[in-house]
């Protein structure tokens, strides 16, 4: 946040993360056919483009509403779910028009709870997650994604927030294609709590999952918690 109250970076930075990063249409090492996941790749692509342009058409006023309806409904679900003082939470800072829940962070820091957030310090790595408070000066990380300094203290996330451009019923999430969230997921244990955020008319009726792609066990939208895993506590 700049000295002047604002944020030092908008919701939407539609220029500052790479648009041509996809998944790749190599070989799957996890033994997928080729031909497969070369189709599924192209398909999460087109997706992803479509997924994209029509959150970056929504207005600035039905962007703002969705966001504060999503932090309602996401205080009510971690509350539910203990994330109390001392809590590790990890959040994300919001770009591409992602839902902004930046003041939420900010309430769940007045009430103790200890915020993260994700940083590549190594491409095609397990992200780490360094501490976040309202003081810290962030910089330029990867694609341009604003992310503590390097000196912050690094955290191990009990709960986890992960944007999704979409999603679907059974808790799967397509991200931008980079793999992180879930090669981070993979190397974490135990792992935390994951929680996705999205948009209600961002639901796809699947997103084809792969052997790599871990499941969310929430989904939290506009309109409130859209999915919970049956076999998690």
């Known amino acids: 946040m700049s000295k002047e109250g604002r944020y030092a970076s908008p919701p939407c930075m539609a220029g500052d993360v790479d648009p041509t990063y996809f998944d790749p249409l190599g070989v799957d090492p996890l033994g997928v056919d080729p031909a497969q996941a070369r189709d599924v790749a192209r398909w999460r692509g087109a997706e992803r483009r479509r997924l994209a342009s029509f959150r970056e058409r929504l207005g600035q006023t039905e962007r703002a509403q969705a966001s504060s309806s999503i932090c309602g409904h996401l205080a009510t679900v971690l509350a539910l779910r203990g994330a109390l003082r001392g809590t590790v939470l990890a959040g994300y800072w919001p770009v591409r028009c992602e839902p902004d829940l930046r003041p939420l962070l900010h309430d769940l820091h007045d009430q103790g709870v200890r915020i993260a957030l994700p940083a590549v310090e190594t491409r095609a790595a397990p992200l780490v ?28 996330p009990d709960i986890a927030l992960a944007p999704c451009l979409g999603w679907d019923r059974g808790g799967f999430r397509l991200g931008w294609g980079g793999g992180y969230f879930d090669r981070t997921l993979a190397a974490l244990s135990p792992r935390p709590l994951t929680i996705g955020i999205a948009l209600g008319a961002a639901r796809l009726p699947t997103i084809y999952p792969q052997p790599h792609d871990i499941p969310l066990d929430l989904v939290v939208t506009e309109t409130g918690l859209s999915v919970e895993r049956k076999d998690i506590s």
């Open 129 to 156: 997650f360094r501490r976040w408070t309202p003081g810290t000066r962030l910089e330029r990380g990867h694609w341009s994604i604003p992310v503590p300094p390097p000196e912050a203290e690094t955290l191990t």
